[in-house]
Structure formats: C-alpha cells, structure tokens
C-alpha cells in the first residue's frame, strides 16, 4: 500500500504568451487571445502531492503546517499577483505557458525536507490543467 | 483495463492527539487539530476499481454492488461517528486523512471480488486529500520508481 497526500492552494496572476523566436504574426497566430500585448490573468489552482512513510506518532506523511508554511513561501508569495513575464526572472525569456510554470513550480518544492514531492498539477482554468511528476533518473530536466 | 470510480460522503468528528506526547507537544505538533472536543468534516471517499469489463455484460462490476459495500463497510462504520472512539479499525491511530483512507483500503481489499481495487482516494476537504494505492503497478514494478525531482 502507498500513501499520498495533495493539498490545493491559489494564486492569481497575469501573463502574456508570446516568444521571441516568431515574428509578431507567427506569435498572434500561435497563441490567439494569449498573445494580446497587455497580458490577462487566471486564478490559478496549485495541487501538491506528496509520498512517504506515515509517521507512527503523528500519522501524517508530513506536517500540513510545514508544508503550507513551505508552498506559501516558495511559490504563492512569489507567483500571487505578479505579472509573470516581467516579475519573475524565470519567465522573461522562457514563455510563461502552464506546461512551463508547473515545471518551475515543481523545481521549486521539490526539496521540501520532510516528503518526498511526487506530482505538481495546475488548473489554469476549470477547463485546463497541467501536471508534472519530474523526469526519470538520469533524464535531464 | 478500464478504471471505474464511486463516490460517497460520510460525515464524522475526530481529533489529533499523541498519549505518547506530552500536552505541549501535542499542541505544537498538531495545532488547532487537537482541540480535545474534536470537530468534524464532511468526508468524500472515491473508490476507483480497475479491471476488464466483462463481455456478457459490458462492466467491470456491478456498481450497485459497490455502492452497497461502501454503505456497509465504510458509511455504516464511519457516518455520524467519532472516529476516535468509535471506529475499532482506527483504533490506536491518529485519524489523520493518511491513516483513515489507509484504514478504507484495507477493509475493502479482501471484499472487491471483480477487478481490484486501484485507488481510495478520501477528501477531508476540498483542497486536501489522501490517496491509497498498491505499491505495486500490474507487472509487479512500483509506481514512481527511479523518478527523481
């Protein structure tokens, strides 16, 4: 038997999906409505899972404090209310595409110190999600 | 193979705390979970089963069957009780999400006859849940081995 845990959190921001390798044509007809110079914004939906042995004097995989304290931190601080193209420096020449945020998002959480992480999803919208559960041993990333 | 999940809802109380700790401890460890009065949630369990449907009938099992083993193992058990002292199963445990979902599973493991079971998955709330799966995939290999960060 296997155990995992996975707790939600939120952030909201804007972006702009546009890359510097098209021309302005290419990016308009690539990315649509995403493409539009102003940016828009989601209510993001963060899940993160985390595995391990349940602690016999606490029965937990980790303590939900620890890891709130650690995901508000290293993520909803960072991500709440920023335009993510021009704050955070990640973003200013990678595309801030979902599939790209949740890979920085997993990058981030993946030394949690107390469980192992084992899958980051994001809802971008009721209709859209993203999940990540890192790359093979030995696999660049 | 085709998963097949059922839902149902239970609703019982619970708190955190630790014999073996001392009262500060317990409060430092689990904070405002271990109000001795306890408190409650409104539970949901998802039983996902997984198997071939078979061909003279098209299912994977008979899903009024599991409904009614999740209203006699589970719901019987646990709706409307106090799972620290009600519930044998979870006797000796902490009923965190981890330990009840962990608990579920090993009741129904022995009576899901067609297929076998593929996930519990219990929501204390709907930003946190538990999953129990087998630590084992179908060839035998465990799941997520040798995936890193």
């Known amino acids: 038997m296997k155990l995992s845990l996975t707790r939600r959190y939120r952030f909201s921001a804007s972006h702009r999906l546009h890359s510097a390798n098209f021309s302005e044509q290419e990016n308009q007809r690539l990315y649509g409505k995403c493409n539009s110079p102003y940016g828009h914004g989601h209510n993001y939906v963060v899940e993160v899972t985390i595995t391990g042995p349940v602690d016999p004097s606490t029965g937990m995989i980790a303590n939900l404090e620890d890891l709130d304290r650690f995901v508000e931190r290293e993520v909803v601080e960072a991500f709440d209310c920023k335009y993510l193209n021009e704050e955070l420096p990640e973003f200013f020449t990678t595309v801030p595409t979902t599939e790209n945020v949740v890979r920085e998002i997993f990058g981030r959480l993946k030394n949690f110190p107390t469980a192992q992480l084992e899958r980051v999803r994001i809802e971008e919208t009721s209709k859209n999600s993203f999940e990540y559960l890192g790359e093979p041993s030995g696999a660049g990333q | ?149």
């Open chain 2, 1 to 149: 193979m085709i998963r097949v999940t059922r839902k149902v809802e239970f609703s019982a109380a619970h708190y955190y705390h630790n014999p073996s700790l001392s009262l500060e401890e317990n409060r430092r460890v689990f904070g405002k979970c271990n109000n001795p009065h306890g408190h409650g949630h409104n539970y949901v369990l998802e039983v996902t089963v997984a198997g071939e449907p078979d061909p003279a009938t098209g299912m994977v099992l008979d899903l009024k069957e599991l409904k009614d083993l999740l209203q006699r193992e589970v719901v019987d058990r646990m709706d409307h009780r106090h799972l620290n002292h009600e519930v044998p199963e979870l006797a000796g445990q902490i009923p965190t999400c981890e330990n009840i979902a962990a608990a579920i599973w090993l009741l129904l493991m022995p009576k899901i006859t067609r297929g076998r079971l593929d996930r519990v998955r219990l929501y204390e709330s709907p930003d946190l849940f538990a999953d129990c799966t087998s630590d084992q995939n179908a060839d035998g290999s465990r799941p997520g081995a040798g995936v890193r960060g």
